[in-house]
């Protein structure tokens, strides 16, 4: 029998500034990465203030982690220490594996309205996996499929699967979902998920309920034990980003943007970018 996951958490986003002085609002980080295993941070930088976004985050290092760019509205241009170089426009996501180490830089520059919306998640790798040769996987929002659930919930699918459907990421080591899912009024969402991965839903549009929980636009709610989700839309339709991963139960040693397992590779990563020898090249 299939078994609902209760509520576990909920959290609020919280506005912080980062970058060169991004304005945007972060749902977790380090204090609440543990439970949130395999995933380590979530900022929503949804704004249609130029001002907020425009400085941007210039060239920063990388080590240890995947970073998960999802663009609703806007451009994103990007740069990096390998010579890679573009934009992800709306409906575009970025998922880029640092890996042994990697310096860019990302620019977002809003679209024609000055709306910039969109979202980054991060994701662990595992001791194993820390120092693999960084890479992309760009994905443009034609190659994102698309399927309607009962004639009416419309589910995006990034990574995962739905009835039958696969999204375009895969081979990442935490197995994970993404789903962008809009539920419309009345209408209620049931997912199957795997009972071992740690599963969260992120409202960003909209209202309903989980768990008996209600939730609204800004909401994350982390789910506890069991194989099903259900989100019901009721008055008002809600849209939410469904992530799910297989956690790692590995230390972690966090420092700005390198995590690593032990201080000591944390010292070197950031002593080898001191000295110029972050980047591996052979």
Known sequence: MPQDRPVQLTLKRQPVTEGAGVRLNRLFGHAEAPTLDPFLLLDDFRSDTPADYLKGFPWHPHRGIETITYVLKGDVAHGDSLGNQGTISSGDIQWMTAGSGI?????????????????QLWANLPAAQKMVSPKYRDITADQVPEVMLDGKIRVKI?????????????????EPAFLDCDV????????DVDPGHTVFIYVIGGSGSTGGTPVENGDLVLFGKGTRITV?????PVRFLLLSGRPLNEPVVWRGP??????????????????????KTG
Do not use: C, W
């Not at 990034?158 to 935490?174: F, H, L, R, W, Y």
């Not at 390198?258 to 972050?278: C, D, H, P």
């Open 232 to 236: 019901s839309a009721a008055e008002k």
């Open 258 to 279: 390198i995590v690593m397992n032990t201080k000591e590779e944390l010292e070197t990563a950031f002593r080898e970018y001191r000295e110029g020898r972050l980047i």
């Open 103 to 119: 310096i860019h830089q990302e620019m977002p520059k809003g679209d024609d309205k000055g709306a910039m919306h969109g979202f």
């Open 184 to 191: 419309p009024t009345g209408a209620v969402f049931t997912h």
């Open 158 to 174: 990034i990574a995962g699967s739905m009835d039958g459907v696969n999204g375009p990421v895969d081979d990442i080591v935490i």
